[in-house]
């Protein structure tokens, strides 16, 4: 979570950095209101991608640790069932 963080940041430092870059760039104002424009659905685009990956590897997690817990059980359950057998053998 804390490399998402860091690597947020840096997707924002390097946004501004290129928008103040255009910004003072000696361009016509409608050359640069289109590269701003373009930059900055780039910079959608990325964020948008990084989300997604994110949200994939949050849902794998997610399904993982739900298996090992179905896993956990079942085996509690096999181990249960196992010491109340033997507790019958042995009042028998």
Same mark, same amino acid.
């Given at each position: 979570?804390?490399?998402? +963080?860091?690597?947020?940041?840096? &997707?924002? @430092?390097?946004?501004?950095?290129?928008?103040?870059? %255009? =910004?003072?760039?000696?361009?016509?104002?409608?050359?640069?209101?289109?590269?701003?424009?373009?930059?900055?659905?780039?910079?959608?685009?990325?964020? +948008?991608?990084?989300?997604?990956? &994110?949200? @994939?590897?949050?849902?794998?997690?997610?399904?993982? %640790? =739900?298996?090992?817990?179905?896993?956990?059980?079942?085996?509690?359950?096999?181990?249960?069932?196992?010491?109340?057998?033997?507790?019958?053998?042995?009042?028998?």
């Amino acid at each position: 979570m804390k490399a998402d +963080k860091i690597a947020l940041g840096v &997707l924002g @430092g390097i946004a501004t950095g290129a928008i103040l870059g %255009i =910004l003072f760039a000696p361009a016509k104002g409608s050359k640069t209101r289109k590269r701003i424009l373009n930059k900055s659905c780039n910079y959608a685009d990325e964020i +948008k991608d990084k989300i997604e990956n &994110l949200s @994939g590897t949050i849902k794998n997690n997610y399904d993982k %640790i =739900l298996q090992e817990g179905r896993d956990l059980i079942t085996d509690g359950k096999s181990k249960f069932d196992d010491s109340r057998n033997e507790m019958k053998n042995i009042s028998i």
